[in-house]
């Protein structure tokens, strides 16, 4: 049988969720690194896979791509107990989802991304950015009041996908002191078996 | 039996989706509407139901909340010929969503906010949008390449996601003309049973 493939960066948090979801079920990936700088070989490498060209691009062992983090650990989880049954609880496990691509992300990554490359962004964006972040982590600290995990007290993917950039935050300049609800779910989400960090390939 | 509440913008791509979906499903709706520029209100208001504090936030019959459009929209489809049943086409309408909600709504819809409300935005914003658009836009146009909808030849949700923000890409300054493959898809979405325009209620 062969692997599936994972087009795939070592920094990026939303390779990691495919990472790391694979190794809590059991499944094995074959790795392709792309650069996230120089992204010039995009369009040949994963143009017929992907549209919007982005990392993680997984191929399945029958050959069929599959694009945007969260879609891809939702399919690899379904049927496990990482994505739960209930219809009314994966119907919020996509709202976190949502919420990390929307409020998440494009705040906390992209701050950390300048930080990481040594890269000058364009004047404000840091500092918008950053403004954005401290305020989806509040909302994240309130989601977590009284929840040991985000959806039905139980880990499932939605703590994948929001842990992805929130535990790497400090890498950005966040202080995550100020939210100790977001402090100890870490902490337990880092603690579940088969659990890898991120700079495990 | 108690209908559905939404709390509601008149102006929101992502209100509109779950409007269009219901009127599409025959669900009856209780719209609640919020102001999207003085934000005030939103922790009295909706702060116990979406501690993101956005809409559109849904309450259901039966008194639970739910928040994000596509969450809202999957949900209510479930079941139904607009959320595909294959586990596959069901990943891909999620990737379609997310790819939506990182690379459509934050640059089409931020550029229209501030175009229909005549509001001053940071210096750069709506050029690094506009620009950041367009590039989404030519991954739409790449994506919808021999395809009359976006998933299994088929209207779903997907093309109810995409629709809500690129129809009105006008408004944010978006010329659509150098899209054939967007512009003959958004007549199609259009002229599906059920369809109503975003300005109504």
Redesign the interface.
């Known amino acids: 049988m062969l692997a599936m493939r994972l087009y795939n960066s070592m920094v990026s948090g939303n390779c990691y969720k495919v990472r790391l979801v694979c190794a809590q079920l059991g499944l094995d990936l074959e790795l392709h690194e792309l650069d996230v700088v120089d992204r010039s070989n995009r369009p040949e490498v994963i143009g017929a896979l992907n549209?919007?060209?982005r990392v993680p691009t997984l191929v399945?062992d029958d050959g069929?791509p599959?694009?945007?983090?969260?879609?891809?650990i939702?399919?690899l989880a379904?049927g496990t107990p990482l994505l739960p049954d209930d219809?009314?609880d994966?119907?919020?496990v996509?709202?976190w989802?949502?919420?990390e691509?929307?409020?998440i992300?494009?705040n906390l990554a992209v701050v950390r991304f300048y930080a990481i490359f040594g890269l000058t962004a364009?004047?404000?964006l840091v500092e918008?950015r950053t403004s954005a972040g401290v305020r989806?982590l509040q909302?994240?600290e309130?989601?977590l009041d009284d929840r040991r995990f985000l959806i039905a007290d139980r880990y499932s993917v939605a703590d994948v996908s929001l842990y992805a950039y929130v535990h790497v935050a400090g890498e950005g300049g966040f202080d995550l002191t100020g939210f100790p609800n977001v402090e100890a779910w870490l902490a337990r989400v880092a603690e579940q078996p088969g659990h890898i960090p991120i700079t495990q390939a």
């Open positions: 549209p919007a060209l399945l069929r599959l694009a945007e983090s969260n879609a891809i939702d399919f379904d219809p009314y994966r119907a919020r996509l709202a989802q949502f919420f691509q929307y409020e992300e494009p364009p004047p404000g918008a989806a909302a994240l309130r989601g």
